[in-house]
C-alpha cells in the first residue's frame, strides 16, 4: 500500500508539468495572468561595456527604421536669408536712352552738330536720327571706351556735352544737308554759281563771300552734268523743257540745255534720281530767290 505523502507528492508534479508544457496563453496556478515579455537579466557588473571601435565594426540592422508618428512635429525650415554673392555680373540698370534711331527734333539736331565738332559726323544737321546718326554715336563710344550701341544714353550725352561747345545757329541748321565744299579758286572772284559734285552743293559767291547755298543733285551717267567754266546765257522763270515735256521752273541756262533749276522731282524723292543733265535744286525758295540775283554772264563753274 502506497503511504498518503507518496501520493500527494505525485498529485503536485502532475500538476506542475501540466502548466510548464501549455501552448497558449492562460492563467497560472495562482490565477495570475502570464507575464507578456521575458525579464531582462541584469548585466554582470564584471564584464567591460564594449568598445567604439567594436559598436562602429558591428554590422547594421537589416530591419527598416520606425517610421515617424503622425503627431511628430514637421522640422522647421530656416528663416537665414542667403548671402549675397560677392562675384559675377553687375545688376546696375543700364543708363537711360535718350535719343536713338527713329529719334527727331531738335535734340537730334544738337547731337549732330555736337558730333560734327567732334570728328564723327561727316554731314550737316538734319534732326533725324537715321543709321549714318548710329554709326556716329558708335564711332564716338568706341573711341570714348563707352558700351558701344549706337543709342545716344545719358553716359554718351554727358560725356559729348563736355567735349563739344554749344553748337551755333548756322550749325544747327544749316542751309544745306552736306558742308559746302571748299570753292574751287576760280570761284573767288566775281559774281560765281560755284557748284561741287563731290559735296552736292551750290554756293552762290561774290568776291569770294557765299551769299547763299542749298542742295543740288546732278544728271546721271547716261547723262551727265558737265563740268567746267560756262556763262549763264539765259534765264526762264516758268520753262517747261521741250525734249522731255517736264517743267524747269527758274531755269538758268548755262551750257546748251542744261540749266539751274527748281526740281519737284528732286524735293519729293531725294538723291534716289538723277537728272536729264541739268543741276536740279530741291529749295524752290531758295532757287527763286536765286534767280532774281543772278544776271546774265555771270559765271557757272562745275567741278569735283
Known sequence: MVPRSARLAAVSALALAAVATGCGPGTGADGAPPPTRAAQPAPDPTTPPPSPAALEDAEPSTEPPPSPSASSAAPVPATTRPARPTTGPSTAPAPRVLMRVGSEGGQVRELQARLRQTGHFGRNPTGYYGTV????????????????????????????????????????????????????????????????????????????????????????????????????????????????????????????????????????????????????????????????????????????
Not at 159 to 178: I, K, Y
Not at 223 to 234: D, L, M
Open 133 to 304: 546718326t548710329a554709326d556716329a554715336v558708335r564711332s564716338f563710344q568706341d573711341r570714348r571706351k563707352l558700351p558701344v550701341t549706337g543709342r545716344a544714353d545719358v553716359v554718351t550725352w554727358q560725356r559729348l556735352l563736355t567735349m563739344s561747345r554749344n553748337p551755333t545757329a548756322d550749325e544747327l541748321d544749316p542751309p544745306t544737308e552736306r558742308p559746302v565744299a571748299a570753292p574751287d579758286e576760280r570761284c573767288l572772284k566775281g559774281r560765281v554759281l560755284c557748284i561741287s559734285k563731290k559735296s552736292r552743293t551750290l554756293a552762290w559767291m561774290i568776291d569770294g563771300k557765299v551769299v547763299s547755298a542749298m542742295d543740288v543733285r546732278f544728271g546721271s551717267e547716261y547723262t551727265p552734268t558737265r563740268e567746267g567754266e560756262f556763262p549763264v546765257y539765259w534765264k526762264s522763270r516758268d520753262h517747261v523743257s521741250t525734249l522731255y515735256d517736264t517743267p524747269m521752273p527758274y531755269a538758268l541756262f548755262f551750257s546748251g540745255g542744261q540749266a539751274v533749276h527748281y526740281s519737284a522731282d528732286f524735293a519729293a524723292n531725294g538723291y534716289g534720281g538723277a537728272s536729264h543733265g541739268c543741276v536740279n535744286v530741291r529749295d524752290e525758295k531758295k532757287v527763286a530767290a536765286l534767280f532774281d540775283q543772278v544776271r546774265k554772264d555771270d559765271k557757272v563753274v562745275i567741278y569735283w
